[in-house]
DNA sequence: GGCATACTGGAATAGTTGTTCCAAATTTAC
DNA sequence: GTAAATTTGGAACAACTATTCCAGTATGCC
């Protein structure tokens, strides 16, 4: 749902959700249990959508700086294109429900560590076929480009210059040689 | 106040605030004038002295390199001594508050300009004295290490973990050459 | 046509919310 | 000791909150 990615948790209502919706309450309530349980829902086909469209992005392009140039490329032109700014439904979860859910919190690793080991796996790749000459490892740089990723993610939510955002990704994108 | 830091705003309540603080609700009514005042104060005092200690620590510290080493293992240690996993106030409030108050967005973009303009001038002076060697402009330098900072204080958030946060550290600011 | 299922708008529950008011108590200044 | 200022705990206000309940309506199936 995208008022819970535009608006977080706790500064959306059942009766925002409900009028966004267009469906009555107790449907509501009877489909998804409840406003935890509709979240839950909310959060994790947000993830699954985001995880497997990286997946297809770093399978498809053979060429791995040029997939990473994409990948920040595409987060650039949907920072741009967002109106009303609503970012990465996982940073702004990781921002407003770290601390104060376990659960959430256990979530978020697990999915941390599943992107991270794309983004690794994808440099190990890129080291492999000479492509990439860095002298340091899969895991530090790949590490280094998701932490970078999520930087932008935030940073765009501020300040939406594209010449900006691209010199940033230039200059991270630069440590892979 | 830490429980506007750690819950954000929407998540605090002024019930919570009046516990937190051990005064009257009347009193902090009278003082502050209201929740969302409150708030502002509070997170004025943060950008205040946050941004006055990146200051100091940048015009204390003659290397560069040194520095910005300092401050990332800096913001390594808050995270990890930080057992609530509050992370970085500014970053927080950026991902709860935008979209949703054109007067914090714009409060936001002001900060984020002077604290942008204090790592760019760092960069700057590292270059002034070949100290940084990399062909790319101070702003490019600046702009990804500022970046990666708000990346790594999200991340942090989620995993603890200080090798793999220093490792990406190391990545990043092996840019500078 | 009858029955089961699903959805509806309204109402209700119990509690919380931000904010204001008030008489009483405490603190401060002289 | 006294007056003024400040703070206090409780109460109140109006609205909102998540959630449940209900009688009526619509839909689908046999």
Redesign the pocket.
């Known amino acids: 749902m995208e008022l819970f990615w535009e608006k977080g948790f706790h500064a959306t209502?059942?009766?925002d959700l409900v009028s966004h919706l267009g469906?009555?309450?107790?449907?509501l309530?009877?489909?998804y249990g409840?406003?935890?349980a509709l979240f839950d829902k909310a959060f994790a086909y947000y993830k699954k959508t985001s995880g497997a469209w990286l997946e297809e992005l770093f399978q498809g392009e053979a060429s791995v700086k040029q997939g990473f140039q994409k990948l920040f490329e595409t987060a650039i032109q949907e920072a741009v294109s967002d109106n009303c700014r609503k970012g990465c439904f996982v940073v702004n979860t990781t921002t407003e429900m770290v601390p104060g859910s376990d659960k959430m919190q256990h979530s978020l690793m697990v999915h941390k560590a599943q992107i991270e080991k794309l983004f690794v796996g994808y440099v190990q790749k890129g080291l492999n076929s000479g492509e990439i000459t860095s002298s340091k490892s899969a895991e530090e740089l790949g590490l280094m480009l998701y932490t970078l990723y999520n930087g932008i993610r935030v940073v765009s939510k501020v300040d939406v210059n594209p010449k900006k955002l691209q010199m940033v990704v230039d200059a991270g994108l630069s440590i892979l040689g």
Do not use: H, L, P, V
């Open positions: 209502s059942m009766q469906i009555n309450r107790a449907s309530y009877d489909t409840g406003k935890e």
